[in-house]
């Protein structure tokens, strides 16, 4: 899966962290017989997941669903099929999963069975189980609502229709059906789905068959059939159970039924359906299928093709690359609105997040990219992660640090034009060092003794740190030992479960390279090492030693050492030198191949091969904040970019003079992405690090820079980036009027049609600032787009209002209403924490952190950091940072809330930092 992509927004970035035990390594384990717990437990204890890997095979679930438009429930009938295996201790009981349903009937093996739910499970008792197959035959029901449970529903406000779909990763499967919901119990499912007669139901595999009810049902059953001949007839038809027609009450249309072919053996978590009016768009033999809701036909349209382009040139790229054909028997994805991940790999049936695809405010090019990678992210995860699956979520970061990796080395072979891995560093690395300079980081390998923690275990640390790990692992390795052994890998444990060791070992096998150190060190070690270069010049302008010097320190300052390897630019001006260099005790040294001609400025990451915090001794610092402007090669540029404002955030940089560099460097800066990230780098600078004085004489130069660039830059995509620019920084009445404007259509983007959401952007944006005439846009927005989108982005908006009674209506229906679909909310925390309303919000600062067990329990998976980032990130005072560090000395919480508040409010404590040392 992937994080969404975020709208445009120009907060601040988020960091975080904290103590982490070291992990138990949980290898062995497997060895040692566990017992099943003789009470149900709270969540599945991992222990209870490891005896039941041991004690049970050949899972098969044949599930049958009947959906009720509306309803705040389905309706299920399950057959479960395991083997129990032999064990000295005689035949044992079972405890199978299920969550916020009801269980109308149970039998074991023709048995009936207790329905009674004990704390999330349902037992099997031993004397109704035996040792060959069990059969095991339950009815139930399971929730549907727009939020907060593993079926959704979504009402789609544009033309009435009604959508539903599944969600469950990581333990959420439970809640859908009953199961035993564990990653390495990995099972067949065969699904069938009855539900209003014009929907379409997409699943793992293609439907087999697909039936419906040769009248409406209301006029079944009143009129010639009468209802029990109605329910004989849709019975026969489907050769199924009663209990699929009970739910053919007369207020229903006609009745479809679809019924899908086995899938082969997959996790409870990657089993997905989604039903509705789905429409599949652009469908073209040799292109992956493409579904969206009808409402958005349309639009949809236009972007197809480049969606089903780009993985299907994936798909052969990865097939390639793995030695491994595509995993499945074939590969739909279906445009979710509102889902809440940017991607969800099911098997064989991805759901993509439709904002992430059919863009709501006009694209840049490197939007697009963006796009592209997003899909092959979730494309690369039909191999890593559904074919070869980790076998508990301590190990997410196999699945996820590989997907990431792999997305950009597959669009790096199909768009070798593209600087792919200078994009790589810029969305994968900062968010990397940022967790991992924090107190709340964690190793790669995360300890999760109970699956109800583990939502925790997703950040930046598996998204960011992981695939950057990997870079640098296929640095060490070389290119070819690691493509060799990620196919060994997959190879070894196709169908099946592995463990990072399983990883290792397979490049250990190849590469003939010992790798224990290193991965004990990156992979299950937290932190990161600073590394920073020596050097010095004589009067003469050589080199005072021939040697240049290299030293890491543990940014935590818990002594750590990492094997590092790395390429060296040094640069002489007209010339420069790269070197390899490898080490992994606290200093080394180096010989350049220029002997001892005095460089200009050394950089110790060149082409980003190495993972930690790279300064610029002072003096390269000098030299390259003077030739910024003028250096040709963009990723040398973009890594020192990057290096300077790790100093700002270190304190070891005025923000003054990064934003100065900025106003200096930006209007002859053409790189879309890399202009991109300085612009939200000054922006964040002004509205956290400086103080009001230097905002208000450096923001208006900012303004006015966007305002020109946006009207007269050359180029479309960096309009565009400059029209963001201004609307992220515009505070002034005349930068406000020039928004206004472009509202009013008196100004315009030259070649740039604004859409929607752009409108909606500049809107809150003018609610924010307390602009006098923005309770009237508002209104005339809300007028002008009353579409399902519409509505939701005018709750964002409104939720910048800056007065108390909008903050505090706002807050309890955060808390307390479970209509409101998670996306809206979600969306407006950060218009609610706006940069300038500290005040207005720092009174819902400790409410928020004593929510923090709530929004853990019913939110998904990303919405935590999303809370704490909006919540902490809206503040910038040592007040605030105190309230906080309090609330972690008194409260009693969980580790993995403890860790995800310390990562967050690392910033807040930089910020305070940085705003003391720089006054
Ligand atoms: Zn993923």
């Not at 544009?158 to 990995?186: N, R, W």
Request: glycine fraction near 6%; hydrophobic fraction near 40%.
């Amino acid at each position: 899966m992937n994080r969404r992509n975020r709208r445009d927004r120009t907060k601040s970035p988020q960091s975080v962290f904290a103590v982490l035990l070291f992990l138990v390594a949980a290898i062995g384990f497997a060895q040692q017989p566990t017992n099943v717990p003789s009470v149900a437990p709270a969540g599945i204890p991992r222990d209870l997941a490891r005896f039941r890997a041991q004690q049970l095979k050949d899972v098969r679930y044949q599930l049958s669903y009947t959906i009720t438009p509306k309803a705040d429930f389905i309706s299920g009938h399950e057959e479960l099929r395991f083997v129990q295996n032999p064990d000295d201790r005689g035949i044992l009981p079972e405890w199978l999963d299920f969550r916020e349903g009801q269980i109308s009937s149970l039998t074991v093996n023709d048995q009936p069975a207790s329905t009674e739910i004990q704390n999330g499970h349902v037992e099997l008792p031993a004397k109704l189980l035996k040792l060959d197959e069990n059969v095991v035959v339950i009815d139930f029901k399971a929730p549907v609502a727009p939020a907060g449970k593993a079926i959704t529903r979504f009402e789609d406000k544009d033309d009435g229709s009604e959508y539903i779909y599944t969600l469950f990763v990581p333990m959420d499967a439970d809640m859908a059906f009953p199961c035993f919901d564990q990653p390495d119990l990995k099972a067949k499912f065969k699904l069938s789905v009855t539900g209003p007669a014009d929907w379409n139901v997409i699943s793992n595999t293609s439907p087999q068959s697909r039936e419906t009810a040769g009248a409406k049902a209301p006029d079944l059953l009143k009129t010639s059939y009468g209802p029990a001949k109605a329910r004989a007839l849709i019975r026969t038809s489907v050769g199924e159970n009663l209990s699929q027609t009970q739910t053919l009450s007369g207020e229903q249309s006609r009745m479809g039924k679809t019924i899908f072919a086995e899938t082969q053996p997959i996790p409870t978590y990657l089993f997905a359906f989604a039903a509705g009016p789905f429409q599949k768009i652009h469908d073209t033999p040799g292109l992956p299928g493409l579904y969206v809701r009808k409402s958005k036909l349309q639009k949809a349209e236009a972007e197809a093709e480049a969606v089903q382009q780009i993985t299907a040139d994936g798909i052969k790229y990865l097939s390639d690359y793995f030695a491994q054909p595509f995993p499945f028997p074939k590969y739909d994805m279906v445009m979710i609105p509102g889902f809440a991940y940017g991607g969800m790999e099911h098997a064989g049936a991805t759901f993509l997040r439709e904002e992430s695809i059919l863009f709501r405010t006009a694209p840049t090019h490197s939007d697009r990219l963006n796009r592209d990678i997003l899909l092959l992210h979730e494309l690369t995860h039909q191999w890593f992660g559904d074919l070869v699956t980790m076998r508990w979520f301590d190990d997410l970061w196999l699945k996820e640090g590989f997907a990431q990796y792999m997305a950009y080395h597959a669009l790096n072979a199909l768009k070798p034009n593209e600087n792919v891995w200078k994009r790589f560093y810029q969305a994968i690395k900062p968010a990397a060092y940022a967790i991992d300079s924090t107190q709340g980081t964690t190793p790669i390998y995360q300890d999760i003794p109970n699956l109800k923690d583990a939502k925790s275990a997703y950040g930046a640390i598996v998204y960011s740190k992981a695939p950057g790990v990997i870079k640098q692992l296929a640095f060490v390795t070389g290119e070819d030992h690691f493509r060799d052994g990620l196919r060994l890998y997959l190879k070894e444990h196709a169908y099946s479960n592995a463990e990072w060791n399983d990883l290792v070992k397979a490049l250990e096998g190849v590469s003939k390279k010992p790798l224990g150190t290193w991965a004990d060190a990156w992979i299950k070690r937290r932190g990161m090492p600073q590394v920073d270069v020596a050097w010095s010049c004589g009067v003469k302008g050589e080199l005072t030693s021939t040697r240049i010097a290299l030293s890491q320190k543990d940014v935590l300052d818990e002594g750590g050492l990492w094997p590092i390897a790395t390429k060296v630019l040094v640069n002489y001006g007209k010339t420069a030198t790269e070197t390899r260099v490898e080490w992994n005790t606290a200093k080394t040294e180096f010989i350049t191949g220029k002997g001892g001609e005095c460089p200009r400025y050394v950089f110790a990451n060149y082409q980003d091969e190495a993972y930690g915090r790279f300064l610029l001794d002072p003096v390269s610092r000098k030299v390259v904040m003077a030739e910024l402007g003028s250096m040709n090669d963009v990723f040398e540029r973009t890594l020192l970019w990057g290096s300077l404002w790790d100093s700002v955030r270190v304190a070891e940089m005025d923000p003054r003079e990064y934003i100065e560099l900025a106003l200096k460097n930006l209007p002859t800066e053409q790189d879309e992405s890399l202009a991109q990230s300085i612009i939200g780098r000054t922006i964040t600078a002004l509205h956290r690090y400086v103080s009001p004085e230097t905002r208000t004489q450096l923001a208006p130069k900012m303004e006015t820079l966007a305002a020109d660039q946006m009207l007269q830059s050359p180029s479309q995509d960096m309009r565009i980036t400059w029209f963001r620019a201004l609307r992220g920084v515009a505070e002034t009445e005349k930068a406000r009027g020039q928004l206004k404007d472009m509202l009013s259509g008196k100004l315009t983007v030259p070649g740039v049609e604004l859409r929607p959401l752009d409108r909606w952007n500049i809107v809150e944006a003018l609610v924010a600032q307390n602009d006098p005439d923005a309770p009237a846009i508002l209104a005339a927005e809300e007028k002008r787009d009353p579409s399902g989108d519409g509505r939701k982005y005018a709750y964002m908006a409104a939720a910048a209002r800056p007065d108390a009674a909008t903050k505090k209506q706002y807050f309890d229906e955060y808390l307390h209403d479970s209509t409101r679909p998670e996306d809206w909310i979600e969306l407006s925390l950060g218009s609610f924490n706006w940069w300038n309303q500290s005040d207005l919000t720092l009174p819902y600062l400790g409410p928020a952190l004593d929510a923090l067990p709530q929004v853990k329990r019913e939110r998904k998976i990303f919405f935590m950091l999303a809370w704490l980032n909006a919540f902490i990130g809206g503040q910038q005072s040592a007040a605030a940072q105190k309230q906080v560090h309090d609330f972690l000395n008194s409260a009693t919480l969980d580790k993995d809330l403890r860790l995800k508040i310390l990562e967050v409010v690392d910033e807040l404590d930089r910020t305070v930092k940085i705003r003391e040392t720089y006054k």
